[in-house]
Structures are given as structure tokens and as C-alpha cells.
């Protein structure tokens, strides 16, 4: 009992002590005026600030390949300034290679509905072509909730549906944070990831398990900067995406 009193004793003079001294400084020793903070001017509307990649502006596909053979990407480019996933097709995936990225993507289903659960305009953003945000029409269209509109696939359920009505633009606004690994290839720091679906928080800082599987549980496999993937899920998807881009957060 003794030596909490005297720890009391000691904490609350400590206390003053540091209370005192700091009516004494002045405003100025505790202000940073180094480094200096780069400038970056915002866009407007969703479109890209200054110092962003631009993956996607509507007018050619130069940016992406077909992920399996990395011949040219062949989707279907429409006229309003976004593409179509090709039936069959093939994923495609960007030329370029990220690490640690904000992302903004929009996308939106057919107006025509078709099919049900995962085969109603489904397709995906993946992350270093592993880490699967979810595309799907969910409006009036139960699944399972770990796959529905924005989860991480197969890991983490969305904390609300945030879609608008099908056939309408959707946004993902994506913070990813990649992997460590250690020479031996286990992992030191697990992925994070947070997305906003139109501006709604739906995955708040979660930490990624392993690479987003359709069959088995989720595991790492070292590995560096790598693509950004979009799906063909090879069910006539029909989905669309526009107004690509992507800010390096190295």
C-alpha cells in the first residue's frame, strides 16, 4: 500500500513538474516545418489528381493485357468512354506492377437483369492480381455474404450495401497496403485493405488473410509489386468500368 501511495506521490509531481514547464515553452518548439509536404492538386468528380496513374480514360485499352498470355487486352471498348468485360475473354490485368496504392475504379452492372446469386454480373478488382474486392449485382439478389457487392472475397463481409440501383455507376475507392515477407518467404506484415463503396466505408482497415480463393482457406505466397487484375467470371458478366486510376503510396 505504501508503494502505491508513494508511486501516486511520484506520478502526480511528475505531472505538475511537466505541466509547469510547458506554460513555459513557447508555441514554437513544438512546431515541424520540415519536410516540406509536396503539393497535389485534386481532381474534380472522381477524376484523377495530379499525381495519379492514369490506368483508364475511355479511350484505349494500352494500359492492360490479357492476364494469361499478355497479349493485347481485347474487352469490348464502348463509345460513353468505358469497356465491357468479353464474354470468355480472359481476365486482363495492367502492364505496370504496384506495391501500396489508393485506387479508384467505377464500375456498373447490365440494366438487363440476368442469372442469380454469383452468376448475376459478376466480376472483381484484384489487388497484385490476388486480393479480391468483389463486383456483383446484388440489388434483390441474396448470396453468400462474404462474396456479395464489396466484400473481400471469401474473408471479410462488407459492413453495409452500399449499391446503387443496377444499371447505374458504382465507385471503389481503394487504400491497399501489400505484404512483407522475410527471405525465407513467410510473412512479416499482412496486407490491409479499406474500401469505400460511393463514398460508404465498407471495409475498414481489414487485415487480408492470404490470397482470396474460390475453394480452401486463404494463404501467402511471397511475392513483390504486382498487376492489377480485372475479372471475366465467363458467365456473360456484362460488367463495365470506367475512369480508372491509381496513386503510388510508396
Known sequence: ?????????IASSFFSFAQENAKKMKPSETELWQPKVPVVVPGKNNTAPSDAIILFDGTNLDQWVNAKDETPANWHLNADGSMTVKDKAGDIKTKQKFGNVQLHIEWKSPEE????SQSRANSGVLLQSRYE???LDNNNNDTYVNGQVASV?????????????????NTYDIIFHQPEFDENGHVIKKATITVLHNGVLVQDHFTIQGTTSFIGYPEYEKHG????KLQDHRDNSRVSYRNIWVRELE
Open 1 to 9: 500500500m505504501k508503494k502505491i501511495i508513494v508511486f501516486i506521490l
Open 113 to 116: 437483369v440476368q442469372g442469380k
Open 133 to 135: 474486392i468483389q463486383v
Open 153 to 169: 472475397y471469401k474473408q471479410s463481409i462488407p459492413l453495409v450495401n452500399a449499391s446503387v440501383s443496377t444499371g447505374d455507376w
Open 225 to 228: 509489386k504486382a498487376s492489377l
